[in-house]
């Protein structure tokens, strides 16, 4: 069974620019969640989306946003980027009625 | 709000057993798990224990869990170079919300 795949591996964009991201979840899983891994800050929640919904975002601004397809992909879409952006993004999906998110390798942004 | 703590740093030698702790503050919390972070890659799921248990074993790898002190610990037996990496304690209160992570505690294996 295929894990969670992310896209690009690695993006390189320059301040001002807009960056997408996308995740494909574990067939079968409905809940795709992003976070952010950032130097020194750890892992901090973004966005949760479930069954095309967004069902909760985390403490991040407006120009933080995605959504998902009705195939349970995701998109994470980043405006006007700054440089504290640079960051590793990590896409997680969960099977409903389960309780464990799996990770994919990550997408590493960078803001020059 | 709620927060996970961990140790940063800890050093073992090879064929010892290691032991990773992790505190938390959400009394509520009801799901915890442990994930493993190698150099460069994504986060894999090691283990995760509910809190209506105090203990669970998988092969090589124990979780304790004492609730009264918001305590979790990750026990790896016979520690091994592969296991060197950044070992993560998060927690949920209702198992399909967010995690909340600690800052992760990073294991080098000494040969």
């Known amino acids: 069974e295929a894990g969670v795949t992310q896209s690009p591996t690695h993006l390189i964009k320059t301040r001002g620019q807009q960056a997408t991201l996308r995740c494909s979840p574990i067939?079968?899983?409905?809940?795709v969640y992003w976070y952010q891994q950032a130097l020194g800050l750890g892992l901090q929640f973004l966005l949760w989306?479930?069954?095309?919904?967004?069902?909760n975002r985390g403490n991040f601004p407006p120009r933080f946003s995605g959504r998902q397809f009705p195939n349970y992909s995701s998109e994470l879409n980043v405006n006007a980027l700054e440089l504290e952006d640079s960051a590793l993004y990590l896409c997680a999906s969960r099977p409903q009625g389960f309780y464990e998110q799996y990770f994919g390798p990550g997408t590493r942004l960078t803001v020059t | 709000g709620e927060d996970v703590e961990q140790s940063l740093f800890l050093s073992v030698r090879e064929g010892d057993s290691s032991v990773i702790n992790c505190t938390y503050t959400?009394?509520?919390?009801?799901?915890l798990y442990w994930y493993k972070q190698e150099p460069g890659a994504g986060l894999q799921l090691l283990t995760y224990i509910f809190s209506n248990m105090d203990m669970k074993q998988d092969q090589r790898l124990t979780v304790l869990l004492n609730k009264k002190d918001k305590h979790l610990s990750l026990r790896i037996a016979d520690t091994q170079t592969g296991d060197s990496a950044i070992y993560f304690c998060a927690e949920t209160d209702s198992g399909n919300t967010p995690l909340v992570f600690g800052k992760g505690t990073r294991l080098s294996v000494i040969a």
């Open positions: 067939s079968g899983h409905t809940s």
């Open positions: 989306y479930d069954e095309g919904e967004e069902r």
């Open positions: 959400d009394s509520s919390s009801t799901y």
